[in-house]
Structures are given as C-alpha cells and as structure tokens.
C-alpha cells in the first residue's frame, strides 16, 4: 500500500471510530461561509487537530472541524474550514480531506467560496453557480504517482462540476425567487489578491470568477469518482476601472450577507438528493 493510501486508512479508521453511521454527501465552506454548520443537527464534531494526518487550518472565518450530523434530512459530512494552498500546505495536502470524505462514502461533494468577480455583469453579493473552472498557476493535486485505488491516472474532466445538480439548484433558486449567476471559476494560488492587469488577464481568458480554493478539491473529486456541485458568493469586483482596493475583511462582510441564500440552496440541494 502507497504511504498516501496507508496515511488515509489510518485516518478513516480514526474517524470510524468516533462516528460509526454512514453519509454519502460532503460539504466544504468557505471563507465566511461557516455558518451553515448551524444549521447542521450535528452528532459529532471533531476537531482538524485531532485527526490524524490532517493539516490544520489557519486562516481567519474558519472554523477548523469536520462535523457528522444531519442537514435536509440527510446525514452529512461536513467541513468548516477548508485547507488552501497559499497556507502552505502541498496541492496534496489539500485534497487530503476530499480523499477522507470519499473513503468515508461520499459520493457528492458539495463546496463554497468567496470569490472576485471578473464578469462585468456580476456585484457584490452575486451567487455565482461554478459551471467550470480553468486551474491558472494553482498545482495539480494529482501530480505524482497516482493512487490506483482512487481513480484512474488521466481523469477525464469535461464536466467537473455536475449538470444535474446545476438543474436542480436553479429550480430551487427560482421557486425561492433566488437570483443565480453562473460561469468559469478560475483558480489561483493567493494570497495576493489580483493585480487589476490580472483581473484583466482572467476575464480575457474566459473566467467569470477568481478564487484561492476549490480547484484542487474538485480535481481530487473527480479522480475519485465523486459528483461535485459548487458555489461563489461575489465578494468583490476586480474588473471595475475606478478605485478598487480589496480588504480580506471586506470579503468576509459580503460572504457573511450573502451566506442565508447560500445556506438555503445547499440545504435544499442536500434535501432533493
Ligand atoms: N481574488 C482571489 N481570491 C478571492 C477574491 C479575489 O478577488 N475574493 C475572494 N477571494
């Protein structure tokens, strides 16, 4: 067995052992986004720090905790508090805890963000449905020996982000007369945000969107057979031409309003699956 495949039993087996019952959809928040494990009837929650072979999260609006509990009548796992490349952890580190999931059963992933708007449509508090996403400088998760026992070495990924789970949000979305924005999530490494050369560059590339998180997730996602579903709360606009500076505070206020809406999809979401 690989020292990856070894370090992921022990970890799964540690888990099993606080929490015996089975879900099939995860749940990953983003900065800000932490509040819906309040509304998580939870039955266990456990520490990052005490799991074995987890990365521990430091940045600010994460909660750092992996909790099972139930959420739309579904057992779910969730994590508060996401693990990002410009903390300097490895791309594989990263998708460490997507892995774990998998490995516990999930077979649905279901992940937020905050993100820079690079669509001169979108403002500030926009939900942005991830329809695709272009990996700009962020490393490849996968790189390296492939885990056999995970997924095939070449994955295909002409449709990261689930069709069919896109459909039923936006019914859900219009029923709660929810507006949805929807476009190219482009992933970059942080922590700098953009250079407005750079919000330039995106949006000229085709993205709709700029984050620090996500694309390394869904690539581990999807090597290892899950279906993913993602979602941006548009925290700042980029692209804008007059003054435009952008605070991590700022982001954190615009993702804590736009956070109800959000919770109200993924729970709604979690409910129709
Ligand atoms: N750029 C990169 N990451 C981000 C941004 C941004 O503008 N806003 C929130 N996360």
Redesign the pocket.
């Known amino acids: 067995m690989s020292e990856t495949m070894q370090q992921l039993q022990e970890t799964v087996d540690f888990i099993h052992g606080l929490v015996s019952k089975e879900a099939s959809i995860g749940i990953i928040l983003g ?1 800000g986004l932490g509040n819906l494990s309040n509304d998580i009837v939870s039955e266990k929650e456990i520490s990052y720090n005490d799991i074995p072979h987890f990365p521990v999260s430091t940045v600010e609006g994460h909660k750092g905790r992996l909790i099972f509990g139930e959420l739309g009548g579904k057992k779910v796992w969730v994590m508060a508090g996401r693990f990002h490349y410009y903390e300097g952890y490895t791309p594989q580190q990263v998708a460490y805890p997507v892995r774990v999931m998998r490995l516990l059963g999930v077979k649905t992933l279901l992940l937020s ?4 708007g690079v669509n001169k449509d979108f403002k500030i508090g926009d939900l942005m449905v991830i329809n695709d996403h272009i990996s700009l400088f962020t490393r490849n998760p996968l790189l390296g020996k492939n885990e056999d026992k995970l997924g095939t070495r070449f994955p295909d990924m002409s449709e990261p982000y689930s069709k069919a789970l896109i459909s039923k949000v936006q019914k859900i979305a219009k029923d709660n007369h929810i507006e949805l924005k929807q476009g190219v999530y482009t992933g ?1 490494t ?1 922590p700098t ?2 250079t407005r050369a750079e919000y330039k560059l995106i949006h000229i590339l085709g993205g709709d969107a ?3 998180s996500t694309v390394q997730e869904t690539i581990a996602a999807i090597h290892s057979g899950m279906q993913v579903f993602a979602m941006s709360v548009i ?2 606009i ?1 692209i804008r031409e007059e003054e435009n500076t ?1 605070t991590h505070e700022e ?1 954190l206020q615009a993702a804590k309003d736009a956070e109800p809406k959000l919770t109200l999809l993924f729970t709604e979401l979690v409910r129709s699956l």
Do not use: W
């Open positions: 900065s963000n905050a993100a820079g970059v942080g945000f953009e700029v984050g620090m925290t700042d980029g952008i982001v």
